[in-house]
């Protein structure tokens, strides 16, 4: 299935187009911003104006300010997204392999997943502090139900004719296990995950909001407090380039994963 | 060679009933037959007369309701029967695997050394026409190519007794003509016993030494053929033979009622 070099040539091509497009884009809107804030069309308090961002954000990071907020902020996500993706997969598996137990908690499941997180944030505020913990259990409370779920999922529905297949060539339980249901089941925590980040950074970013002293959301609150939209939209801007690295490097290990699966026309 | 020697099947009064939310449902009833060591024995039955359900029973995967089923000397009960090989109708190959990662799976499940399990792997692709095809995944091969790998991942571990349900319907005609000959040819080395289901009366004879024809559901055997044709066949030509036309119309005389009664029964809901 290998495309000619015709085709490949026109899909560079396309391909350069697009990202000469986006960022040209990308240009016209902050020049618009940026003049209509210098010509008094839209007023600079509100929304800043794309130079005095880029210069508090450079300052940011020229004075090392933002660091410790950003190591903040990764440090609650990435302990949330493990706590809740370990507790997700064990969990989902109890549950898929012990069809009691899921009856049993099902109900439980069903409102804890339903509550909004965020009305949860205080308490975990109030039960943890306003340390690194409350953050974690925030990021927890929406990882671990969005892993566990696929986990379940992907158990639970895997095609009734591969596992006879394997069986009938002679595998055990172990070999279904390692050549049916977890590959199965890999699948869909891995076309979960990219969501799961999401949330992880939306659910340490709430909590920093509610009560916290440092990370991004804090800078947000913090600028909030002092009616500083500069100070808002540059921790903003941050938080957008952060997230979108993330989410990048997971849609490239998401790629290297699934390598296996056909690709829509 | 893994191949052991082929077995005799045996099935005696066998029924299999499942519990519906109508009521009691019976699949297959009360049926009785036996494959000799080595032959090709085809099932023709019309749609819903439980021909799967019976290849299910002979392996394992479905339990005997009454009756039983013997491999060689050894009853089929709780659990599937060791170095039995089936093909399904639908693909069974695993989707996140290559065809020769598929292939080399029964090897590997029965813990052969990696290099011997990728060497014959290799082997049987070649065998089943796709060498070159060893990283390719299944969703990147043709119908026909991933019937050919599932064909080499079953004959790898040379299973003394073979089911097949259905394995060619899904092919366009020109396709499956070539897999069955492929068929007959690996057959003719491998020798196990086999047992193949398929609707096709022409596919049928074609294939085998014994034709066994089963009622509209619930199943029972209605007759038994012999098929005296000479080996080795070619699957097209043939059905050019006289012989095989009168075989054809013997048994089809059979069949039509069976498959008018249930094409009735299922145009009546």
Known sequence: MKSS???????????????????????????????????GVIDPYFVSRPSRLGHTVAGW????FIYPHIWATVQEAVLGLAVGIAGGVVVGMLFAFFPFLSGLFHPLMVVFNATPRIALAPLFIVWLGIGLASKVAMVVSLVFFIIFFSTYAGLRDVDVNLINHVRVMG????????????????TWIFASLRACVGFAVIGAIIGEYLGADRGIGWIVQYGESMFDSNMVISGLLVLMVFVATLDGSLGWL?????????KPL | MLSSRPLLITLERVTRTFETPAGEFTAVRDVSFRVSAGRFVSLVGPSGCGKTTLLGMIAGLVPVSEGRIVLGDRPVTGGVPPDIGYLFQRDALLPWKTALQNVALPLAIRGRPGAETRARATEWLRRVGLAGFEAYYPHQLSGGMRKRVSLATTLIYGPPVLLMDEPFSALDVQTRNLMENELLELWAETRNTVLFITHDLEEAIALSDEVIVLTAGPGRVKASYPIPLPRPRNVVEIRFREEFTRLYEQIWKDLRDEVQQSYARATRL
């Open chain 1, 5 to 39: 070099k015709a085709t490949r040539a026109r899909r560079a091509s396309d391909r350069l187009r697009l990202t000469i497009g986006r960022a040209l884009l990308l240009a016209a809107i902050v020049a618009a911003w940026e003049a209509g804030a210098r010509a």
């Open chain 1, 61 to 64: 990071f020229a004075g090392g």
């Open chain 1, 171 to 186: 595998g055990t339980r172990r070999d279904l296990m390692r050549h049916v249901l977890l590959p199965s089941a890999l």
């Open chain 1, 254 to 262: 998401e790629r290297r994963f699934s390598h296996w699966k056909q």
